[in-house]
């Protein structure tokens, strides 16, 4: 080989960089979605703008309004995905279990380490807000507790049918509601002395259970 001769390698032109990769559409919601949850638990709803969120995720406000057409569209998506993740729905392979044991699949709340104790702020955070965005604070009852509150109600509107339980089908939303009161206790008193009244799993299933006792005790057939 002569010393004019260039091995292939640098006869070949240069490679082209690839274009980055694409994310597709629910990545990128999911990303936002954990970015805006971290963000309102940590800094409160006010601080929460789709500016910040932008930059958190490193997108355009543009690329946000895509995928959110509002501010408040995406915060209401962020707490119906907390919602969703922490509380649980019926489960049809529970449809033959015992009242008990259906009661308590709802009663337990799934443990979102990712979380933390956002949830605690986040309830702080939609309290003090509520005047000022009182569609939102609505949009999170519905797809949080009430949510779990109708799925509750359904099981006991089945026992009463079934003739497990001696209540009236309208009281039932009523009754579901107090079941999760006893079961979980008052928020109010967890967000002024979060020492005292934020219990551990094991804790949170003692009381569960106790309540569930003694719902049905008052509420089976004589």
């Given amino acids: 080989m002569t010393d004019s001769a260039q091995p292939d390698d640098a006869q070949s032109p240069p490679r082209r960089r690839g274009r980055p990769v694409q994310m597709d559409q629910k990545t990128r919601e999911e990303m936002v979605l954990s970015a805006a949850t971290q963000m309102i638990a940590e800094r409160g709803l006010e601080d929460a703008s789709v500016a910040a969120i932008a930059r958190q995720v490193h997108m355009s406000k543009r690329t946000i309004y ?10 209401g998506a962020c707490f119906a995905r907390i919602g969703q993740r922490i509380f649980r729905s019926r ?4 449809n033959g279990a015992p009242l008990e ?11 979102e ?14 309290i003090t807000s509520a005047p000022t965005y009182p569609k939102l604070a609505c949009s999170i009852l519905e797809t949080g507790a009430l ?3 109708n799925h509750i109600a359904r099981e006991l509107s089945d026992a009463v049918e079934s ?3 001696a209540l009236k089908l309208e009281d ?12 979980f206790g008052n928020g109010i008193h967890k967000l002024l002395d979060p020492q005292r009244y934020c219990s551990s799993p094991e804790v949170r299933a003692t009381r569960r259970d106790r309540a569930i006792a003694l719902f049905l005790d008052g509420a089976r057939p004589r």
């Fill in 91 to 94: 489960d049809s392979q529970n």
């Fill in 163 to 165: 003739g497990e339980l």
């Fill in 172 to 183: 039932c939303d009523a009754a579901a509601e107090m079941l999760m009161d006893m079961a």
């Fill in 66 to 75: 895509t995928m959110f057409d509002s501010r408040e569209a995406l915060l």
């Fill in 147 to 149: 949510s779990l509150r």
């Fill in 113 to 126: 380490p990712s979380l933390n104790e956002a949830p605690l702020e986040l309830l702080r955070a939609v």
């Fill in 101 to 111: 044991e259906r009661l308590r699949h709802l009663l337990t709340l799934n443990e």
